[in-house]
């Protein structure tokens, strides 16, 4: 079936401004192309008609109505990271980036509570709560930059979700503005409350399908004092898997549980080098043990220890201080950076899997290259060792049979590995764009049916991020194939851009203008489109490449080592000979 959707008209324009002011509503095609860029997915026809940045859940309900009343869709964003393109426009329309929404509005520390406007990012928060010796604990790898809404509404785990859990774990109550503009309170500030069915909990992961998330009630809890690491590297996947069900059996949870395949391990020592380099290959595992006291951890930590000393792994390091730790668990942050240096494109997969199966599935999944006759394509795996894989597929997107060869790969991965052994097509990443051809598989059609109900009742007129699966068959048809995270070659730019976005937060002229357009991210997507003949230099693009104020924190914050600042140097030289 089609999805119609209509346009935003000039007079719907005017009336959007009206809204939230002539700063934080934009139509000019240089502004929408940057937001069609984000974490992964690049698609020339689905750039968004307007940009709109509310800073009150007023201004949100005012536009939500008059979005549904014209059928116009609705894409709500946060630092747009999500790596299935769930920000992403396939039906155009408006986003609704809630940058501006970032207060932190209560710190209630007896009552363990914190109270925040969807636009705070993750590290923000944690920073503001180390004085008070407090924290949320869920830390996906981009928590330098992805918003507590974007991780709410994905329901994002990461490296310490083995002991602490993910973001549904500590979300307390949440208000959220549904299409017709009704403003809803979900949850309580209590600890515990059964007085209502779990509405709340239907927003969280709902990839901002069922309404706006503009306030958010969290949990948080004590920091712990100490720590203890270990890497460990096993010839032998089974052993390693052996050694984490001991640790599950004798009931040691370690706050990170994490596994790197041998070819993260070469990519890794060859990225990072120095001390990395003299490991031996093999598989990762890589563990650590929080706690209160250090007796309390270094007790469990030999318990840990010796479980998975019994093993024999081919060589293991414990960190005997600070710097060592940091360096070790460096070599996990560096994965996609030092992946993404061996081809082209590089797309991260995401789906879950009991742990008794893991030896198994990640056999299964070396093997994929081989049994699909793929030439080309390598795959790689990292995983949360509470069954949270993350294939990484390697390959060349310019390439046709490269592109061909990784759609197969996908359809193995799920249909042939990860449902038939009871997993989930998603543990932390979510629908996005890219995994609707799938989701029948897992849940059968009875469910998505109801899903499908439960989103009308929501949204009876669809206009809530379309394009995503969940509650919405329909979108098939704008399914992704392409989701790598340097998708849209940058070859002439010589860029190695993974467009994560960890660049945007530090940067002062986003900052200040706190749109994309205005962001080192934004600036190369504006760059890529000179490039590639899609925009033509103008007033605003001299404008934007101006701003940049060649800072160079972006550099230093960016894992792929993009020398941003100079790139923009060349340009402005470039843009002053031309005028
Ligand atoms: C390098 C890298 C590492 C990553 N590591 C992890 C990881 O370890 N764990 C993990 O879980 N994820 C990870 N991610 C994915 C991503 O960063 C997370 O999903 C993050 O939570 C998204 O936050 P965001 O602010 O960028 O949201 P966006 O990408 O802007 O949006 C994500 C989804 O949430 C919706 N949304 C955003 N805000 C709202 C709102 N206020 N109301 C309703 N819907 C909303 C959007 O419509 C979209 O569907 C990683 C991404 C990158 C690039």
């Given at each position: 079936m089609v999805i119609t959707y209509n346009k935003v008209s000039t007079s719907l324009i005017e009336k959007f401004t009206e809204i939230v002011g002539e700063n934080s509503c934009f139509d000019s095609f240089v502004i929408r192309w940057t937001y069609g860029f984000g974490g992964t997915i690049f698609e020339k026809?689905?750039?968004?008609d307007l940009i709109v940045l509310p800073k009150t859940v007023e201004q949100i309900s005012e536009i939500l109505k008059l979005a549904n009343d014209n059928k116009i869709p609705v894409t709500p964003r946060g630092s747009g990271t999500s790596l299935s393109g769930?920000?992403?426009?396939?039906?155009?329309?408006i986003v609704l980036d809630l940058a501006k929404m970032n207060n932190i509005i209560k710190i209630d520390i007896e009552n363990n509570l914190v109270e925040i406007e969807p636009g705070v990012i993750c590290d923000d928060l944690n920073e503001v709560l180390k004085p008070y010796s407090y924290f949320f604990p869920p830390d996906p790898g981009s928590s330098s930059v992805a918003t507590i809404g974007g991780m709410v509404a994905t329901n994002a785990g990461g490296i310490q979700a083995f002991k602490y859990g993910v973001t549904k774990n500590y979300v307390l109550y949440l208000e959220v503005v549904l299409p017709n503009g009704q403003i809803l309170n979900l949850g309580a500030d209590v600890l515990k409350s059964v007085s209502s069915y779990n509405l709340k909990d239907l927003f969280i992961g709902s990839e901002g399908t069922l309404g706006v998330i503009t306030n958010i009630g969290l949990r948080i809890r004590p920091l712990p004092k100490t720590k203890k690491l270990g890497l460990f590297i096993f010839e032998d996947v089974d052993k390693l898997q052996d050694a984490v069900l001991e640790i599950r059996r004798k009931g040691i949870v370690p706050n990170l549980l994490e596994f790197m395949d041998k070819l993260i391990l070469k990519a890794v020592s060859e990225y990072l080098g120095g001390e990395f380099l003299d490991f031996p290959n093999g598989y990762v595992l890589l563990a650590e043990v929080d706690g209160v006291t250090e007796r309390e951890v270094e007790e469990n930590f030999s318990i840990l220890f010796d479980i998975i000393i019994q093993k024999s792994p081919l060589f293991h390091k414990i960190a005997k201080n600070e710097e060592e730790r940091e360096r070790l668990i460096l070599s996990r942050k560096a994965n996609l950076p030092a992946l993404s240096r061996i081809r082209p494109s590089t797309c991260v997969e995401d789906c879950t899997i009991q742990i008794t199966h893991f030896a198994d599935v990640i056999k299964q999944i070396e093997q994929i290259p081989e049994k699909i006759h793929a030439k080309n394509l390598l795959v790689a795996t990292i995983c949360h060792m509470e069954g949270n894989l993350h294939p990484t597929f390697l390959f060349n997107e310019n390439d046709k049979q490269d592109v061909k060869d990784f759609q197969t790969a996908i359809d193995y991965l799920y249909k042939k590995i990860i449902i038939p052994v009871?997993?989930?097509?998603?543990?932390?990443?979510?629908?996005?764009?890219?995994k609707t051809p799938f989701l029948e598989l897992e849940h059968g059609s009875k469910v998505v049916d109801l899903m499908s109900k439960v989103k009308k009742l929501f949204d009876p007129k669809m206009i809530l991020n379309p394009g995503i699966g969940k509650g919405d068959q329909r979108s098939l048809a704008k399914s992704s194939i392409l989701r790598s995270l340097k998708n849209r070659s940058d070859n002439i730019l010589e860029l190695k851009c993974m467009r994560c976005g960890f660049c945007i937060t530090t940067c002062p002229s986003r900052i200040y203008h706190m749109i994309e357009s205005y962001s080192p991210r934004g600036r190369l997507s504006i760059l890529n489109g000179l490039v590639h003949g899609d925009l033509e230099l103008n007033e605003l693009i001299t404008d934007i490449i101006h701003t940049c104020t060649s800072c160079a924190i972006c550099h230093t914050k960016c894992p792929a080592g993009v020398k941003t600042h100079e790139i923009f140097e060349k340009a402005r030289e470039i843009i002053h000979k031309k005028s």
């Amino acid at each position: 079936m089609v999805i119609t959707y209509n346009k935003v008209s000039t007079s719907l324009i005017e009336k959007f401004t009206e809204i939230v002011g002539e700063n934080s509503c934009f139509d000019s095609f240089v502004i929408r192309w940057t937001y069609g860029f984000g974490g992964t997915i690049f698609e020339k026809e689905w750039i968004p008609d307007l940009i709109v940045l509310p800073k009150t859940v007023e201004q949100i309900s005012e536009i939500l109505k008059l979005a549904n009343d014209n059928k116009i869709p609705v894409t709500p964003r946060g630092s747009g990271t999500s790596l299935s393109g769930g920000s992403m426009t396939p039906y155009n329309g408006i986003v609704l980036d809630l940058a501006k929404m970032n207060n932190i509005i209560k710190i209630d520390i007896e009552n363990n509570l914190v109270e925040i406007e969807p636009g705070v990012i993750c590290d923000d928060l944690n920073e503001v709560l180390k004085p008070y010796s407090y924290f949320f604990p869920p830390d996906p790898g981009s928590s330098s930059v992805a918003t507590i809404g974007g991780m709410v509404a994905t329901n994002a785990g990461g490296i310490q979700a083995f002991k602490y859990g993910v973001t549904k774990n500590y979300v307390l109550y949440l208000e959220v503005v549904l299409p017709n503009g009704q403003i809803l309170n979900l949850g309580a500030d209590v600890l515990k409350s059964v007085s209502s069915y779990n509405l709340k909990d239907l927003f969280i992961g709902s990839e901002g399908t069922l309404g706006v998330i503009t306030n958010i009630g969290l949990r948080i809890r004590p920091l712990p004092k100490t720590k203890k690491l270990g890497l460990f590297i096993f010839e032998d996947v089974d052993k390693l898997q052996d050694a984490v069900l001991e640790i599950r059996r004798k009931g040691i949870v370690p706050n990170l549980l994490e596994f790197m395949d041998k070819l993260i391990l070469k990519a890794v020592s060859e990225y990072l080098g120095g001390e990395f380099l003299d490991f031996p290959n093999g598989y990762v595992l890589l563990a650590e043990v929080d706690g209160v006291t250090e007796r309390e951890v270094e007790e469990n930590f030999s318990i840990l220890f010796d479980i998975i000393i019994q093993k024999s792994p081919l060589f293991h390091k414990i960190a005997k201080n600070e710097e060592e730790r940091e360096r070790l668990i460096l070599s996990r942050k560096a994965n996609l950076p030092a992946l993404s240096r061996i081809r082209p494109s590089t797309c991260v997969e995401d789906c879950t899997i009991q742990i008794t199966h893991f030896a198994d599935v990640i056999k299964q999944i070396e093997q994929i290259p081989e049994k699909i006759h793929a030439k080309n394509l390598l795959v790689a795996t990292i995983c949360h060792m509470e069954g949270n894989l993350h294939p990484t597929f390697l390959f060349n997107e310019n390439d046709k049979q490269d592109v061909k060869d990784f759609q197969t790969a996908i359809d193995y991965l799920y249909k042939k590995i990860i449902i038939p052994v009871g997993g989930s097509l998603t543990g932390e990443h979510g629908i996005g764009k890219i995994k609707t051809p799938f989701l029948e598989l897992e849940h059968g059609s009875k469910v998505v049916d109801l899903m499908s109900k439960v989103k009308k009742l929501f949204d009876p007129k669809m206009i809530l991020n379309p394009g995503i699966g969940k509650g919405d068959q329909r979108s098939l048809a704008k399914s992704s194939i392409l989701r790598s995270l340097k998708n849209r070659s940058d070859n002439i730019l010589e860029l190695k851009c993974m467009r994560c976005g960890f660049c945007i937060t530090t940067c002062p002229s986003r900052i200040y203008h706190m749109i994309e357009s205005y962001s080192p991210r934004g600036r190369l997507s504006i760059l890529n489109g000179l490039v590639h003949g899609d925009l033509e230099l103008n007033e605003l693009i001299t404008d934007i490449i101006h701003t940049c104020t060649s800072c160079a924190i972006c550099h230093t914050k960016c894992p792929a080592g993009v020398k941003t600042h100079e790139i923009f140097e060349k340009a402005r030289e470039i843009i002053h000979k031309k005028s």
